[in-house]
């Protein structure tokens, strides 16, 4: 396995160029199955989830073609995804396993087809995040629902149906996944409970281009009046408000000063509002923000993950790994996931003070300085802390199982080596 060496203490100093949302990409993508027209979506980042998914709507049927483009001055990739018959309704373990977002072909393929049948899906080991909601959403709208030899196996006669459908949690794969079989239902779909996040809104905005009617964008209450057909189109996706944020910890943490252009600073004003608190400067620009850290003295703040717009649970391990290094104390409680503290081991190796308490919260105690030393990933931004930590940590740091990273985040080391990072990936046949 790939691993990445970074010897750490210089101060980041440049541009960022933010790439497409993941998040947004991959329900998007999934979107592309519910008409037999082609769909092109502009700025999809170059990730190997881009790649698993792909390489499953293949094994469904899906015509793929690929091209490289230039968006603001920038390379970026423009997919046309065309599925005018699926040959396949299975989604098989081979596939799934490798990505937990599989799951979105579950609503346009039962919406489109009557039939699915999903392997359960596997992802990032952050504690189990079960597929309860988008079935018993599914359910009430008509689906009848079996897990066999650890598939799901969906069916329903005719069309789905709509139904008032409310969240016990506000859970983003379930709202995606109901938003895209509720589009071809038959009647009126009423999902209460709604995840908002951005990256929501952007798959609303996509679907109502294909012609459906979809309302309550940016809200907790979502409708949806159902159409016999979806047109395709073309849409350009959001830009990436967690890698925008995972790069504005990096200038604070190295008391750097990056401009991160095609940042939407309004997606992130809870985590932008702390690093303010802290200490360091935010500013506005044309195209995105400035995080300016120089001569900053960082001062601990208390996190806490809630659905958005609180602050995101993917940019929890990035905030640690920034309190680490800060003056005071600071309470981070994980609020959405269970076991997303796998990466307190790794960052204490490195001279970090944390005492976790439970499941659900860390008292982190900042220090001096950090040392460089051999850690080891175990989720996709778990992994970016590591990277973070080992940027602002005294000589050398060497983060193992780097595959992680490949899943959310976009020519990494290029990025980072653009604005003065001492940064190179070391591949396994190194």
Not at 50 to 64: A, E, H, Y
Not at 138 to 159: F, H, P, S, T
Not at 241 to 255: D, L, P, Q, W
Not at 335 to 350: A, D, G, Y
């Amino acid at each position: 396995m790939d691993k990445i060496k970074i010897i750490g203490g210089k101060p980041l100093f440049g541009k960022v160029y933010i790439s497409g949302a993941k998040n947004t990409a991959l329900p998007i993508i999934c979107a592309s199955l519910l008409t037999e027209e082609p769909v092109t979506v502009k700025n999809i980042p170059f990730l190997s989830d881009i790649k698993s998914l792909n390489n499953l709507l293949l094994q469904i049927g899906s015509q793929i073609e690929e091209k490289t483009e230039e968006l603001n001055g920038h390379l970026t990739r423009t997919i046309t995804y065309h599925t005018p018959q699926a040959t396949s309704l299975v989604a098989p373990y081979d596939y799934v396993r490798k990505m937990r977002a599989s799951y979105y072909v579950l609503g346009p393929l039962l919406a489109r087809y009557g039939h699915v049948e999903l392997s359960l899906p596997g992802g990032c080991a952050i504690g189990a995040r079960p597929m309860d909601i988008h079935l018993s959403s599914l359910e009430q709208m008509g689906a009848n629902i079996e897990i066999k030899n650890g598939y799901v196996v969906a069916d329903i006669k005719g069309r789905l149906q709509g139904a008032h459908i409310s969240f016990h949690s506000a859970s983003v794969g379930a709202t995606c996944n109901i938003l895209m079989a509720a589009a071809l239902a038959e009647g009126t779909t009423v999902i209460e409970n709604a995840a908002k996040e951005p990256e929501i809104a952007d798959l609303i905005d996509i679907l109502n281009k294909m012609g459906a009617h979809i309302e309550g964008a940016n809200t907790s209450t979502l409708t949806i009046n159902g159409v016999e057909k979806l047109h395709g189109i073309t849409h350009t996706i959001i830009n990436d408000r967690i890698e925008a944020g995972s790069y504005a910890v990096a200038a604070a943490i190295t008391k750097g000063r990056l401009e991160l252009i095609n940042a939407n600073a309004e997606y992130l004003q809870t985590p932008l509002s702390i690093l303010r608190k802290m200490g360091v400067k935010i500013e506005m620009t044309d195209s995105g923000f400035i995080v300016d850290a120089q001569n900053c003295t960082l001062q601990g703040h208390d996190v806490y993950t809630d659905y958005y717009p609180g602050f995101p649970t993917d940019l929890q391990a990035q905030f640690m790994a920034l309190m680490c290094v800060s003056e005071g104390a600071a309470m981070i409680t994980e609020s959405i996931w269970e076991n997303r503290f796998m990466h307190v081991p790794e960052l204490m190796r490195m001279g970090a003070n944390i005492n976790v308490h439970g499941h659900a919260s860390a008292i982190v105690r900042g220090v001096k300085k950090l040392s460089g030393a051999p850690v080891m990933s175990t989720d996709l931004r778990a992994s970016f802390a590591l990277i973070l930590a080992g940027l602002a940590a005294e000589g050398e740091t060497v983060v193992n199982r780097v595959y992680h990273l490949d899943r959310g985040y976009e020519t990494l080391e290029e990025k980072f080596k653009a604005v003065g990072a001492d940064i190179e990936r070391i591949k396994e046949s190194d």
